[in-house]
């Protein structure tokens, strides 16, 4: 069993970064590690994932070259920076823990085996 506690959300203006960190216990240094985000009324869709430390990673399109994933798998921490943050990154963003895939196309929500609880994203313009 895996429990996941995200941190770091609130609200900022276009062009701000933030830093969202989750905390993981129990064993994931076998599992790929990742954030998606979920707007009120569509499915929820993944931002990056990240195999092991220091190792593969995948993003979505909307987000390349202004977020980076990153993991501590001694302190069993996922983290995204967020930079150049733009009103369409509104969301909660969730932390996950799920099975390794080393195609981005099989990161879909229901393939993941534990969920954070969440933290909201507001950017304002």
């Known amino acids: 069993q895996v429990q996941l506690v995200e941190s770091g959300g609130g609200l900022v203006q276009a062009g701000d970064s933030l830093r969202l960190s989750c905390a993981a216990s129990g064993r994931t240094s076998n599992d790929a590690m990742s954030w998606f985000r979920q707007v009120p009324g569509t499915e929820r869709e993944l931002v990056a994932a990240?195999?092991?430390?220091?190792?593969?990673?995948f993003y979505a399109n909307s987000v390349k070259g202004r977020f980076t994933v990153s993991r501590d798998d001694v302190k069993n921490m996922i983290y995204l920076q967020m930079n150049n943050l733009k009103p369409a990154d509104t969301a909660v963003y969730y932390c996950a823990v799920g099975p390794r895939y080393y195609n981005a196309d099989y990161y879909k929500a229901e393939r993941i085996n534990y969920w954070g609880q969440g933290t909201q994203v507001t950017v304002s313009s």
């Open positions: 990240i195999l092991r430390s220091g190792g593969i990673t």
